[in-house]
């Protein structure tokens, strides 16, 4: 059995929980967001605490019993705190842009590329080359981030390239030169 699945939940100050029709529903300050379950997995809501149980002894609802109690804990703190994610770009010449709810990247392209915000994600310039992500759903904000990344990875020989901040790049020594 899984040790995240077993996991107590506690709900924060001035968040609500409700369970309706197999849909968990949190509400909190910044936002709400709800959860559909899988059949098989239940979810009891007592006082202040969450617990979430197996119904069956399959593979994938052993599988699922973590998975739930993770996205129900990630709702819990989304909407209560919220989630960040920084982005940086190294390059000459490369800038992130946010207008609105578009995103413009020039990567060392031959023409910029132009990416639609999601709903629920705010997109903050800290400087051309820094931006933050932010918002409730980690999920969200996690893919949203994967993507702006893939537009241009970091390589490993000068590190060019959009990186999560902080992120460490294992760099190669490249060619040497012949005697």
């Known amino acids: 059995m899984s040790r995240i699945g077993k996991r107590t939940l506690t709900i924060p100050e001035n968040v609500n929980v409700e369970l309706n029709n197999n849909v968990v529903t949190v509400k909190g300050p910044l936002g709400e967001l709800s959860l559909n379950l899988v059949k098989n997995i239940e979810v009891i809501i007592e006082d202040k605490t969450i617990m979430v149980k197996t119904l069956a002894e399959d593979k994938f609802t052993h599988a699922m019993h973590g998975t739930t109690n993770a996205n129900i804990r990630n709702m819990l703190i989304g909407v209560s ?3 960040k994610k920084a982005l940086e770009i190294v ?3 490369y800038k992130f842009n946010p207008q609105g709810e578009k ?3 020039t990567a060392g392209y031959s023409h910029p590329v132009v990416m639609e915000i999601p709903k629920g994600i705010t997109v903050k310039a800290i400087s051309n080359t820094e931006i933050e992500l932010s918002g409730i759903d980690k999920e969200l904000i996690g893919e949203f981030a994967a993507n702006i990344r ?3 990875k970091p390589e490993p020989y000068k590190g060019k390239g959009i990186k999560y901040k902080g992120e460490q790049i294992r760099r190669k020594e490249g060619k040497k030169a012949s005697k």
Request: avoid cysteine.
């Open 81 to 83: 705190e919220g989630y």
């Open 91 to 93: 390059g000459v010449g």
């Open 103 to 105: 995103l413009t990247i």
């Open 150 to 152: 893939k537009v241009r």
